[in-house]
Structures are given as structure tokens and as C-alpha cells.
């Protein structure tokens, strides 16, 4: 599309938290999220359960969090698409295990139920958006003084290797620790299983 915005340009509006940049991301991003999803899904059972939009929104959910505490950096749109297809098979792999750890029986479901087959609608509500930052304020008071700073630099468009530079540490320890810091808040927060981008 002519009118599609620079990656660049797109992923700083993202980390800026810019809806409509966001919207835009979703609009290129999620059919490729969703494919990876469907190729995964291979148990019949298993889309009774849950459907790829889920896990698209869960995805999409992560990265964006993530993104708005500056946790990636991303050249181009190659990265992009890698990430969240890593993302996404990651996502599907931890709900097969969920289901099956926690002993449910998806074949036992009844074919005439409801449930597992209602689908979220594409776009995000008003309800969503104010979630959204609520998570965010979240994420952000579980971090320390430390990580929260680091964060800030990150969405202020810092580099690493200039924020290294000003604590004398090195760009991968200080990218490391914040990696790790969001990595802890995820999961109390339950929005990520280990190892999830």
C-alpha cells in the first residue's frame, strides 16, 4: 500500500503507544500471526479449545506491551514478522500443554457447545484501550527504580550502546537485565509463559 508508514516510523509510533499506529500494525501483521497459528494447531480438539484469534490477540497483546517498555529492536519488517511468528508458535505450544497438563479432555466437549468457537471482533474497544494502559501502569509499577529507567530510555528511542556508555556497563548486560526485568513482570502478571518471544 502507498500510504503504509516506514517501518521505522511505525515502530516508534508503537512504542510511543499510538493507537492508530498500533491499529496499523495489527492491520499488517495479524494474517501472518493468524496462518502460523492455524499451521500449528493441527488437533482438531485443540480449535475447540481455543482459536487463533486468542492466541493472535495474546500475541499481539505481549508484543505490544513489550514494545511500549522498549524491550525490542527491531531493523525492519523480517524482524518483525520472525518475532511474532516465534511469539505465536510459542503461544500455541503453551496452551497445548496447559490443556493437556491440567488433565482436560477436549475430546469429551459436546459438538453443539458454544464454547471455543465464539470469535473476538478485530477491532479494539474503548474498554480494550483503557486495559490496555491499565496493564501498562501495571507492568511499570512492578519494576525497579533501575529497570524503570532503563525503560524509559528505551521509549525515549535511546540506543543501547548510548545508554551503555553513560553507566559504563555493556549495551547486552543492560539489554539483558531489562529483557529479564520484563520476562518477571510478564509472568506475574500472567500475560507470557516462559520463554515466549
Same mark, same amino acid.
Given at each position: ?9 511505525? $515502530? ?28 500449528? $494447531? ?53 496452551? $497445548? ?101
Amino acid at each position: 500500500m502507498p500510504d503504509e508508514t516506514p517501518f521505522q516510523e511505525l $515502530m516508534q509510533r508503537v512504542r510511543g503507544g499510538d493507537s492508530v499506529a498500533a491499529a496499523e500494525l495489527v492491520r499488517r501483521y495479524e494474517p501472518s500471526i493468524r496462518r502460523v497459528v492455524r499451521l500449528r $494447531m493441527n488437533d482438531p480438539r485443540m480449535r475447540r479449545v481455543f482459536d487463533s484469534m486468542d492466541v493472535c490477540q495474546s500475541v499481539l497483546g505481549s508484543f505490544f506491551a513489550r514494545a511500549a517498555l522498549g524491550q525490542y529492536d527491531l531493523d525492519d519488517a523480517e524482524q518483525l514478522l520472525k518475532l511474532l511468528a516465534q511469539m505465536a508458535r510459542n503461544k500455541v505450544t503453551d496452551q $497445548m500443554r496447559r490443556e493437556r497438563a491440567e488433565r482436560r479432555d477436549v475430546a469429551r466437549m459436546e459438538h453443539g457447545s458454544r464454547a471455543g468457537h465464539e470469535v473476538a471482533a478485530g477491532d479494539a474497544s474503548p474498554s480494550q484501550h483503557a486495559a490496555g494502559r491499565e496493564l501498562l501502569v501495571e507492568f511499570r509499577k512492578r519494576l525497579s527504580s533501575e529497570e524503570a529507567e532503563l525503560v524509559d530510555l528505551r521509549v525515549q528511542g535511546r540506543e543501547w550502546a548510548d545508554i551503555a556508555a553513560e553507566r559504563k556497563e555493556s549495551a547486552e548486560a543492560l539489554r539483558k537485565r531489562l529483557t529479564r526485568a520484563l520476562d518477571r513482570v510478564a509472568q506475574q502478571l500472567g500475560l507470557d509463559e516462559a520463554g515466549d518471544e
